[in-house]
Every structure is written in structure tokens, then in C-alpha cells.
């Protein structure tokens, strides 16, 4: 039988199954994906627990990041793109914790041997206290950037990174996407590890 011969009440009646079906899949597939995704959660993502710092999920492009450096010049976004960027985001006097996460920032930079130009460290105070602790450390951490953030953006720039980035460290991609973030537990070695890890894989910065 061709497909000339067949009578209209069939063909209706295919044409529902087939539309039925469709429902079927749109509805359901979806969900029976998501819950073989989750079922199967380390055949799909087997690295997801090897990082030492918390991934941030989604990885996302950072909305806004406007600085001003010491010296009075502008540090955008634009300037950073190109290189792995470990960024301190600070607030208020830089105490023992605060000064503790940027030994870890250098000491991870400085154990990536050649790879070291791939990586930069940046300090971003988001208040008066915060600039002027970050230009008392200059001396000892000379190749850390150094950015304030003017009065009427603190809560913009703040809020670009998650609700409450105080006192903790992020990793910003060569394409400015967020990717990593370490708080006071995070360690130097840890920190380290996740860089050579990306760094070998990674064709960018």
C-alpha cells in the first residue's frame, strides 16, 4: 500500500499518534534527562569534587568591574582579559586573614615556574580603609594590582562577584568569566593545584 492509498481516516489517526508522541517527548524528556544527569552525576562531570577551590556554578562572566589604581588611572576589565587573574576582594583594614589569602595569592603565582606571566594578582578595595591597607602591603607584594572602587559603585562592583565577596579570592578566567572562589580554609597548595591544572589544559591566557 502507498502512501496514496491510505484513507484519510488513518492518516488523521497517524498524524495524532505522532502528535500525542511529540507531547509526550517535550513534556517528559526534559525530565527523565535530568534524572538520569543526577543518577549518573559522576559519569557526566568526574571532576566536579577535584577542585580545591568552590566552582561557581554557573561560570559566568563577571557584569561589571571598574577600578581605580593608585596611581589614578583606570583599571577596567579590558586590562585584565589575556591573563589567569587571583583577585582579593577587600573591605575594611586588611587583618591577619586578609593579609594571610594574599600570601597565598603570591606564593601560588610564584610556584608556577614558566607559567608564572599567565597569572596576576589583584586586590580590589572596595573602601577608603580597605586602599589604604592594600598601599601599606604594596611593598611587600610588588607585582599585585591594586584598584578602589569609588563611593557610588562599592555595592555594584561588590555585588558582580556574589552577595557577599568580602574577604575572599577569585579566579577570573583570560575571558573574564568567574570560575573559582577560596575562602580562609583554602590553602596554597590547593590553590596552586587547581592553576597548573587549568593552566595545562587551558589554550587561552
Not at 499518534?17 to 543518577?39: D, M
Not at 572562589?181 to 591566557?205: A, E, F, H, P
Request: aromatic share 6%; proline share 5%; charged share 25%.
Amino acid at each position: 500500500m502507498t502512501d496514496t492509498d491510505i484513507l484519510p481516516g488513518e492518516e488523521k489517526r497517524r498524524q495524532g499518534r505522532k502528535t500525542f508522541i511529540g507531547i509526550l517527548l517535550a513534556f517528559f524528556g526534559p525530565l527523565a534527562l535530568a534524572i538520569f544527569l543526577f543518577a549518573n552525576l559522576d559519569m557526566w562531570k568526574p571532576q566536579s569534587t577535584a577542585n580545591h577551590g568552590l566552582l561557581l556554578e554557573p561560570i559566568r562572566p563577571i557584569p561589571f568591574l571598574q577600578l581605580q589604581q593608585v596611581d589614578g588611572g583606570p583599571l577596567k576589565l579590558e586590562d585584565l582579559l589575556g591573563r589567569w587573574s587571583l583577585i582579593y576582594v577587600a573591605e575594611g583594614e586588611c587583618d591577619l586573614l586578609c593579609q594571610t589569602d594574599l600570601f597565598k595569592m603570591r606564593q601560588a603565582s610564584a610556584e608556577l615556574a614558566r607559567d608564572l606571566v599567565r597569572v596576576q594578582d589583584l586586590y580590589i578595595a572596595l573602601d577608603d580603609a580597605a586602599g589604604l591597607s592594600g598601599s601599606s602591603l604594596k611593598q611587600e607584594h610588588p607585582k599585585m594590582l591594586l584598584g578602589g572602587v569609588e563611593p557610588a559603585s562599592r555595592i555594584q562592583q561588590a555585588e558582580a562577584f556574589e552577595s557577599q565577596p568580602q574577604g575572599m579570592v577569585y579566579l577570573l578566567d583570560p575571558l573574564g568569566n568567574l570560575v573559582l572562589r577560596y575562602d580562609d580554609n583554602s590553602t596554597t597548595k590547593g590553590i596552586i593545584k587547581d592553576l597548573k591544572k587549568l593552566l595545562k589544559v587551558s589554550k587561552i591566557g
